[in-house]
Structures are given as structure tokens and as C-alpha cells.
């Protein structure tokens, strides 16, 4: 109650003196300055989503136009044949001034009839996939139709440096095969899979299928096209990752670890000082759209919708299906650490802490000899059991009070930070430590990661580190970027003292984490416990080695003009084949990121 009655801003009195009136200027000086950020943010997104609109043009661009059209007219010059003046008659009687703007109006209409058109030809050159297929390396000649093509984009795709969504607009839409399309292409995939009498019967039965349901299915597909920018993607999303009842941890999500052959600092609290700053300067550029889209061979753009819901994004149980919430800002990240849950303010007077100052706070949170609340330490055990379990118990114990005040703070963070207990080591004569360090960042104990959150940065003891990312959000690739930006920044940017501390010196004492309190019953602990089981046998059921091969690289298999993915592709399943003496069905992802709102699909 104590933090209840010092987080009041404003109060008042009634007394036989008259009226008495308390404020409490630091608070509202917080809420001022909170208020002044989110306009910001506001007006930031308003002049990117300006700037991606006009692209490949300008706002200067059109500045010039308009006045270039301007200026001539007042020369007496009409570049626009007549049209100017017949605008002026409709708008002013030929005034002076109904002139000008008539001739502001023809050139803001002359840039922007460019800018449209120069968009849709970019869409129809994104169409474009014959550049696929050429031949590379040296002595090997580009087509002509490959050539124009190169021409084409680097005429119509301007010469702005481009902002991380500013080919969204161009990008083209998934096509739809037609029926026939579609299995004439699956049996060219089934055939060397079948003997002759198993592919006629897929043959009979495609063609029963082209003469009965497909149809109606394919006309479905035609109106899921027009009504959505991708007909694939929302169902994808749905039905493969948020409809699954079964535990996300180890079937669904997945995990990156720290660089094997550095080690920049031993100290738990530096390190990730610098890790979380590092990733909410990531947030800052993703907001500025400073980061450039991924492209392709530097020509050709990959969708970047996915980047959206990188932080301030969880997976929210349902009974039937989950949902995935994303905030447009979040100013905390939510820490665990010997079995205690945490909530850390990342900001103070308006600007985000530095590492030397986030240190300290993580220091405290890691000295801190409470014991955890009753029931805490393997809460988080039920978003790695079954999803309709969690979505029971949060509906029936998580959805007022205490406790849905802590569960917010968590799923509203910017994402989850979980300090580990033990040292994480690469040997290279030992391969069970870093099959270990794998399993770590796979599982962990099955309850000391927020399997829900968008990602959870995970601290060892001895300063090393990795992640678990929910995988519904987005494909991995998109949680690569951000990883190996995340690192490159830690070591090369940012940098650590001698003594393996945080670069710089802290400006003010900055505030502590707040403790998250909860208030859990017999009855939901044993829900915890229940789903902790369903965790366990899930991890323990693992079987994961990892390999470090250096023996040469992707360089050597271009060299025998092999595509390095199909290479070891075929070396999974040979491999496969000599330990088991038969094929198996294999998973392989198919990127559809060229096309917009594309994903990584089977």
C-alpha cells in the first residue's frame, strides 16, 4: 500500500481551513515527459509513413517540382499547355494568385502522376524471377531480359537511400498457381518418392481431386486474394502456430547462442547492461526506420513487415486458439532471477539508460537474498505446459488484482530477461558443454524462461549469453538480424573496460527494479506444478548435439556450383539414410519474403 500511496500525483483535502491541495511535481513531471515521448513517437511514425509513401520520390523532390513549375509560369512559361489557366478559371477568375496555385496544383499532380507510376513499375519488375535462375561465377554471362531488368531497377527505385519499409508499397502480392499448376507441380515432387503403382494412384487421385473439390476451393483462394494482402500468411500464422494446444517450448520455439570464441566480459550484470542496451537501440533505429531493408544480391527488397512485432510483442493463451499482442511502445523489460520476478524502468527523465547505469540496477536485482513469494519461482512453467491449461489458469487466476498487475508488467514489457545460475562454456575436446549450452537456451529448466514473450535474452553466470524466441511473430531470420546486430554493437560499439565493466560513468543514482508481488493459491500452484510436469518430461525427452564444423565452408560448395542449402540438404539425408537405412520425410522452409507480408513456409 506504501508504493499505492506515494504513486498518487495529485490529492486534496477538504478541512475547516478550507481546501487543501498536494501534487506531486517529480510524478507529474513523469507524466509530462512520458506524454512528450509518445507525441514524438507520433510524429516520427507520421513522417516515415510520409517518406515510405512517396518513395522512390521525395518531399524535396516535389519542393523543386512545385516550384520549378511555379517559377516558370511567373516567367511566362507554361509547361503545362493551357491546363493551368483552366484550373485558374475554375478557382479564382484568373486572379494572380488563383494562377499560382493552379500552377502549385499541376505540378504537385505532374510528381506525383510520376511517383505512382515509377511504384507500379517497381512492382511489376519485383515480378520479375528469371534473375534466379542465371548462371553465376566468373565466365558466366547475364540474359538480356536479366540485363533490362537491372537497368530498369536502378532507374525506377531512385537513388534515396531507402528506409527499412519503404519497398512495402512495390512489393508484389503472392501469386495464386491455378489448379493445374499446383499438381502438376506436386507430382513432379511426389515422383521420385514413389514406385510406378504408388504414383498412379496419386495420379488418380489428383485427378479426382481436380474434378471434385478444387474448384471451390481455388475459388476461395481467388477471393481470400483480392480481400488480403497475402491469402497465405494470416492463415498460416493461425492454423500452424496458434491454434497448436501442445507446449510451444522445444516444438515451437527456438534459440540462438552467444559468439562460441568470445568472451568480452565475465560479469553477469555487465554483460547484460550492454545486451539490453544494445537490443533497445536496435528498437530506436527499428522506430527511426534507420535499418535498411534486406536485399537481395543489393537489388531486390525482402518484405520487412515482420520487423513490426520484434518487441513489445507476447502470445496470449486462449482456449481454442492464442493471439499475439503488440504495444507501439513499452518503456521496461521484465527480469527473472533466483526464482523472483522483476519489472526495470529502462528510462529516466525522458532518455534510456546507459549501460554503466543499468549495471547497477541488474547488480541489485542479482544481490537481492529475498526469498521468492510462494509459488513464483516455477510460475512461469505454464507457458512452457499446454496451452489450454495456461489459458485456464489465467483467466481464473491472473485476471484481476495483484496478479494480473504483475502478469501486465511482464507481457507489457519490451521483452523478458532471465538471469541463470550457471556457467555456460564452449571445450572444443568436450562437446557436451556446448550441447549443454544449446539445451540451455532450447529449454532451460523448463521454467525460467517467458516462453509467451517475444524473445528472452538469457545471462549466464559467467557473462555468456543467448535467446528464446516465440516463433508465431516471425521466421528466425528476423530474430537473427536483430541477434547479430545485438552483438556486434556489445563488443564493437559499446565495448568493455579493463576490469570487464561497463564503459562510462553513471550520471544520477538511477531507481531500483520494482518486485513483482503475486498472490497465487493452493489451487493454482498446483496448476504451476502440473504444467511443470508437462515441461519436464518434454525436456528431458531432448536429444540435442551440437557440431563444429570447420573443415571449409560455403565457399567450397560454390565452387562445385552447388547451393550450400541444397548441399546439406542432401547431407542431412544421407546421413539419415546410412544410420537408418531408409528416407524420411524432412522439413524444408520455402521463403516467400520476396512477395509483401511473405513468410518462411513448408
Known amino acids: 500500500m506504501a508504493e499505492a500511496h506515494q504513486a498518487v500525483a495529485f490529492s486534496f483535502a477538504v478541512t475547516h481551513e478550507g481546501v487543501a491541495v498536494d501534487f506531486d511535481r517529480e510524478v507529474l513531471k513523469l507524466i509530462f515527459n512520458s506524454g512528450v515521448r509518445s507525441w514524438k513517437k507520433r ?11 512517396v518513395f522512390p520520390g521525395s518531399i524535396t523532390g516535389l519542393m523543386v517540382i512545385d516550384s520549378a513549375f511555379v517559377g516558370a509560369y511567373i516567367h511566362g512559361y507554361d509547361p503545362s499547355f493551357g491546363l493551368v489557366d483552366k484550373i485558374a478559371s475554375q478557382l479564382a477568375g484568373n486572379t494572380k494568385e488563383g494562377k499560382l496555385i493552379a500552377a502549385s496544383a499541376v505540378g504537385f499532380g505532374c510528381w506525383a502522376t510520376v511517383i505512382i507510376s515509377a511504384r507500379q513499375l517497381l512492382k511489376l519488375l519485383f515480378h520479375y524471377k ?89 475459388r476461395y483462394l481467388i477471393l481470400k486474394r483480392m480481400w488480403s494482402t497475402n491469402y497465405v500468411s494470416d492463415w498460416w500464422e493461425e492454423y500452424v502456430y496458434l491454434r497448436g494446444r501442445s507446449p510451444i517450448m522445444v516444438n515451437s520455439n527456438f534459440y540462438g547462442i552467444d559468439a562460441i570464441l568470445r568472451h568480452p566480459s565475465s560479469i553477469q550484470a555487465t554483460r547484460a547492461a550492454n545486451i539490453v542496451y544494445s537490443a533497445m537501440m536496435f528498437r530506436r533505429s527499428l522506430e527511426r526506420q534507420e535499418i535498411q531493408p534486406i536485399m537481395v544480391q543489393n537489388i531486390v527488397p525482402l518484405c520487412s513487415s515482420q520487423y513490426e512485432r520484434i518487441f513489445n510483442t507476447t502470445r496470449i493463451p486462449g482456449l481454442e486458439t492464442d493471439k499475439i ?152 531470420p528476423i530474430m537473427g538480424h536483430v541477434w547479430e546486430h545485438t ?29 513483482l508481488r503475486w498472490e497465487l493459491p493452493d489451487e493454482c500452484i498446483q496448476v504451476i506444478e502440473k504444467s511443470n510436469k508437462v515441461a519436464q518430461a518434454l525436456l528431458n525427452d531432448v536429444d540435442l548435439r551440437l557440431y563444429v564444423h570447420d573443415g571449409y565452408g560455403k565457399g567450397l560448395m560454390k565452387k562445385f556450383r ?41
Not at 348 to 358: T, V
Not at 397 to 421: H, P, R, T, V
Request: proline share 4%; charged share 25%.
Open 130 to 218: 528469371g534473375w534466379m535462375y542465371e548462371e553465376r561465377g566468373a565466365g558466366r554471362k547475364v540474359s538480356l531480359p536479366t540485363k533490362l531488368w537491372l537497368l530498369g531497377l536502378k532507374i525506377f527505385s531512385g537513388y534515396r537511400r531507402p528506409m527499412l519499409y519503404s519497398f512495402q508499397g512495390s512489393l508484389p502480392h503472392l501469386p495464386l498457381p491455378s489448379i493445374d499448376e499446383t499438381l502438376t507441380r506436386y507430382l513432379r515432387s511426389v515422383r521420385p518418392l514413389m514406385d510406378d503403382d504408388e504414383y498412379h494412384r496419386m495420379e488418380r487421385l489428383a485427378r479426382e481431386f481436380r474434378n471434385g473439390i478444387a474448384k471451390k476451393l481455388q
Open 325 to 476: 499482442v503488440h504495444l507501439p511502445d513499452s518503456t521496461h523489460i521484465a527480469v527473472f532471477c533466483n526464482g523472483k520476478f522483476w519489472k526495470v524502468t529502462l528510462y529516466h527523465k525522458g532518455r534510456l539508460m546507459k549501460p554503466a547505469e543499468l549495471e547497477i540496477v541488474f547488480q541489485k536485482i542479482l544481490d537481492d537474498t529475498s526469498a521468492p513469494e510462494k509459488g513464483e519461482e516455477k510460475l512461469a512453467a505454464l507457458t512452457a505446459g499446454e496451452r489450454t491449461t495456461w489459458a485456464r489458469a489465467r483467466q481464473q487466476f491472473f485476471s484481476k488484482g495483484m496478479n494480473k498487475i504483475s502478469l501486465d508488467a511482464i507481457e507489457k514489457a519490451a521483452f523478458f530477461l532471465s538471469f541463470d545460475d550457471e556457467d555456460y562454456n564452449y571445450d572444443p575436446k568436450d562437446h557436451s558443454k556446448l550441447d549443454h549450452y544449446g539445451r540451455v537456451f532450447l529449454h532451460g529448466k523448463g521454467y525460467d524462461r517467458w516462453f509467451d514473450k517475444s524473445f528472452t535474452i538469457c545471462i549466464g553466470k559467467n557473462g555468456k549469453i543467448g535467446f528464446n524466441a516465440e516463433h508465431s511473430w516471425a521466421d528466425a
Open 562 to 602: 552447388v547451393s550450400p542449402d541444397a548441399y546439406i540438404q542432401m547431407a542431412l539425408q544421407l546421413a539419415y539414410y546410412r544410420d537408418a537405412g531408409k528416407f524420411n520425410l524432412t522439413y524444408e522452409a520455402s521463403m516467400t519474403r520476396l512477395f509483401k507480408e511473405g513468410l518462411e513456409q513448408n
Open 487 to 515: 552483438l556486434a554493437e556489445d563488443v564493437l560499439s559499446l565495448g568493455y573496460k579493463s576490469d570487464g565493466h561497463c564503459i562510462g560513468i553513471p550520471e544520477f543514482d538511477p531507481p531500483s527494479a520494482s518486485k
Open 43 to 53: 510524429i516520427a511514425r507520421l513522417k516515415n509513413g510520409i517518406s515510405n509513401g
